[in-house]
Nanobody, 118 residues
Framework: QLHLVESGGGLVQPGGSLRLSCVAS???????????MAWYRHAPGKERELVAS???????NYGHDMKGRFTISRDNSKKTIRLQMNSLNAEDTAVYFC?????????WGQGTQVTVSS
C-alpha cells in the first residue's frame, strides 16, 4: 500500500522553476518498485491531465506539451519521485497530484498547489 505525500508547491513568478517531490512514506521498497508513478495536474475549469509518468525501471512518458519544460525522476531507494518544472507560466497553475499504480490499484496523494503569478 502506498501513502503518497507531495511537497514543493508554492507561488512562483512566470519564467521561474519549482521542484515537486512525492514520497511513498509508508511503503517498503519491494512494494514501491512495483508501482509506476506519475504526476497529474488539475487546473480550475479544466480536466485533470497527465504531466508525466515513470516506471520502476526509469522509462518516462510525458503528457501533451509537457516534455521539455518538465522532467520526472525517480529514486527508488528513497521511495521518491520528483518533478522539475522550468519556464513556468500562468497556464501551469494547478493542483499537482502524485499517483502510483500497479495496474490493479491506484493511489493518489493529497496534492500540492502550484501558482504561477507575478
Amino acid at each position: 500500500q502506498l501513502h503518497l505525500v507531495e511537497s514543493g508547491g508554492g507561488l512562483v513568478q512566470p519564467g521561474g522553476s519549482l521542484r515537486l517531490s512525492c514520497v511513498a512514506s509508508r511503503a517498503i521498497l519491494s512494494t514501491f518498485i512495483q508501482y509506476t508513478m506519475a504526476w497529474y495536474r488539475h487546473a480550475p475549469g479544466k480536466e485533470r491531465e497527465l504531466v508525466a509518468s515513470i516506471t520502476s525501471g526509469g522509462t518516462t512518458n510525458y503528457g501533451h506539451d509537457m516534455k521539455g519544460r518538465f522532467t520526472i525522476s525517480r529514486d527508488n531507494s528513497k521511495k521518491t519521485i520528483r518533478l522539475q518544472m522550468n519556464s513556468l507560466n500562468a497556464e501551469d497553475t494547478a493542483v499537482y497530484f502524485c499517483k502510483g499504480t500497479n495496474g490493479a490499484t491506484d493511489y493518489w496523494g493529497q496534492g500540492t498547489q502550484v501558482t504561477v503569478s507575478s
